[in-house]
T-cell receptor, first 112, second 112 residues
Framework: DGGITQSPKYLFRKEGQNVTLSCEQN?????MYWYRQDPGQGLRLIYY???????QKGDIAEGYSVSREKKESFPLTVTSAQKNPTAFYLC???????????FGQGTRLTVV | GQQLNQSPQSMFIQEGEDVSMNCTSS?????WLWYKQDPGEGPVLLIA?????ELTSNGRLTAQFGITRKDSFLNISASIPSDVGIYFC????????????FGAGTILRVKS
């Protein structure tokens, strides 16, 4: 089945540790996105990539890093510099003509 | 970043009633999208709009792309309990591959 897959569904991290969230898509989409969602809040853009080996900062990029070495993959690293990392993280990829975005199931990150 | 104003923030309606929510922007968008998010899941695309004035239906859902290209509305007719969730609008300003901007969401609760 075609789709966008995030893993893991739930992730626990100790303070001060970096952690990487996986996002894979087999939809042949050029654009990929990472969003953060806090309880009761909307989606805030962390990073986005329109093409392999290129990415841009979104509105809240501080404390995060990404890579786009393959079209199918856009991993997000939450670094120790992110002061409040506990949140629901959503990955999306761009649809036909990249005017639509389709989301994965999300990863809930909790810092313990 | 660019802001979308989505209203109402939440709604609590009787089963069978019609629902209406809207989004406005201070700048012109080329694409409007409407998503629904269930708790703990990623948003699912409901309707995509590409042309000013376009009116599109998907079952009990109807959405319109405003003539000014600065607004969009979503109507749900004859609401049912499974309509519960958070509805997001999203807009895309530029051409191919530009990032999406999301509204803060409308929380819909239905009384059975």
């Amino acid at each position: 089945d075609g789709g966008i897959t995030q893993s893991p569904k739930y992730l626990f991290r100790k303070e001060g540790q970096n952690v990487t969230l996986s996002c894979e898509q087999n939809l042949n989409h050029d654009a990929m996105y990472w969003y953060r969602q806090d309880p009761g809040q909307g989606l805030r853009l962390i990073y986005y990539s329109q093409i392999v080996n290129d990415f841009q900062k979104g509105d809240i990029a501080e404390g995060y890093s990404v890579s786009r070495e393959k079209k199918e993959s856009f991993p997000l690293t939450v670094t120790s510099a992110q002061k409040n990392p506990t949140a629901f993280y959503l990955c999306a990829s761009g649809g036909e003509q990249n005017t639509e975005a389709f989301f994965g199931q999300g990863t809930r990150l909790t810092v313990v | 970043g660019q802001q979308l104003n989505q209203s109402p923030q939440s709604m609590f309606i009787q089963e069978g009633e019609d629902v209406s929510m809207n989004c406005t922007s201070s700048s012109i968008f080329n694409t409007w999208l409407w998503y629904k998010q269930d708790p703990g899941e990623g948003p699912v695309l409901l309707i995509a709009l590409y042309k000013a004035g376009e009116l599109t239906s998907n079952g009990r859902l109807t959405a319109q792309f405003g003539i000014t290209r600065k607004d969009s509305f979503l109507n749900i007719s004859a609401s049912i309990p499974s309509d519960v969730g958070i509805y997001f609008c999203a807009g895309q300003e530029g051409e191919y591959g530009n990032k999406l901007v999301f509204g803060a969401g409308t929380i819909l609760r239905v009384k059975s």
